[in-house]
């Protein structure tokens, strides 16, 4: 314990950043199990889509889309999303939607925008249209 007490007064600042990183591991891991966006695996979409009828929203650009997409998924580009433009979606604030990106990453920013806009069932594919291709799943080019 002395050691530490030695190590914290000789390098206060690492020991400033160490606190400070550990401090936003702890904030984003309790951020991300209070929130209502569930994060979802290809396998566990395609149950939703199946059993459920979910929804597939793709937040990709429309060059991105056209490249490949899951079959019966919408195209709500990001900017729509920013510019509170649903595209008719807002008839379905209760039913589950599965929200898809490249890599998992710009889904989430557009999760979070639909749940501020009153939708309930948000899942978040993750990995995105990336993960999905690697597990050798079926794209679709039609639409």
């Given amino acids: 314990m002395q050691q530490y007490i030695e190590f914290l007064q000789a390098n206060p600042l690492l020991a400033i950043a160490w606190i400070g990183v550990f401090i936003a591991l702890i904030f984003t891991s309790v951020k991300a199990g209070l929130s209502t966006i569930k994060k979802v695996t290809h396998q566990q979409a395609t149950l939703l889509m199946n059993r459920e009828s979910a929804k597939v929203i793709d937040v990709r650009s429309e060059s991105e889309f056209k490249k490949g997409h899951i079959l019966d998924s919408t195209l ?12 008719g979606l807002e008839k379905e604030l209760d039913a589950p939607i599965i929200v898809v990106c490249n890599t998992g990453m710009t889904s989430t920013q557009a999760c979070q925008m639909l749940q501020k806009a009153g939708f309930t069932n948000i899942h978040n594919l993750q990995g995105g249209i990336a993960e999905w291709k690697t597990a050798n799943l079926p794209l679709t080019q039609k639409k």
């Fill in 76 to 87: 709500l580009p990001l900017s729509k999303l920013k510019n509170n433009e649903f595209g």
